[in-house]
């Protein structure tokens, strides 16, 4: 019988030490074809990606999203959060994502998916859904990033309501709003190394 594990609750990780996230140096923003074909041929280089999607919150009932609005993907090293208002930016994105041998690995997926499939028109390939994995080993609820970097690492991922909640759509995204984004993907892509391992 597989042994049923819980993560730490809330007042457990807020103990623990903080998890050393991407700075603004390590993080570069694509908005145009140029900087979408660099990112694309510096992904290219890695096996797998922390993988999510951030789309413009809607706030009235029957209200439909038209996102995601931002993709961001991320390896050890840099994280790249597109913008994808671009057409030439999307074009790239949507390459990305449907490039298979790659794993592109995030927490809660399923949303993102559909998303994409509706605005990219493809199906992404080698989607991991790191919860999947969690829930493998005896996880009882969704582990999400902040339990998982809790358990692997002993450390506090911090998320900002505020970035979680702000409009992605804009034309501009903050400093703490591609922080976020990249942080995303960042600690996703750090979960699957662990795992990996």
Aim: net charge positive.
């Amino acid at each position: 019988m597989t042994q049923r594990l819980d993560t730490p609750d809330k007042e457990a990780i807020a103990l623990l030490p903080p998890f050393e996230r991407l700075g603004l140096d390590r993080i570069t923003l694509v908005n145009t074809a140029k900087q979408a074909q660099i990112a694309h041929d510096a992904l290219m280089a890695s096996r797998a990606w922390g993988f999510d999607t951030e789309s413009k919150p809607t706030f009235r009932v029957g209200e439909a999203s038209d996102g995601p609005h931002v993709l961001q993907l991320s390896t050890r090293e840099r994280a790249w959060v597109f913008q994808l208002h671009d057409l030439d930016c999307r074009a790239v994105a949507a390459d990305l994502l449907a490039r298979p041998g790659i794993a592109k690995a995030g927490f809660g997926l399923g949303d993102d998916r559909k998303r994409i499939i509706q605005k990219f028109g493809v199906e992404p390939a080698d989607v991991l859904e790191l919860n999947s994995i969690f829930k493998a080993q005896g996880y009882r609820k969704e582990v999400g990033v902040k339990g998982a970097v809790a358990v692997l690492f002993k450390q506090r991922f911090q998320k900002s309501k505020k970035a979680a909640t702000s409009n992605w759509a804009n034309e501009r995204l903050s400093e703490s709003q591609l922080v976020y984004a990249a942080n995303d993907a960042y600690a996703a892509y750090r979960v699957w190394e662990a795992l990996s391992l």
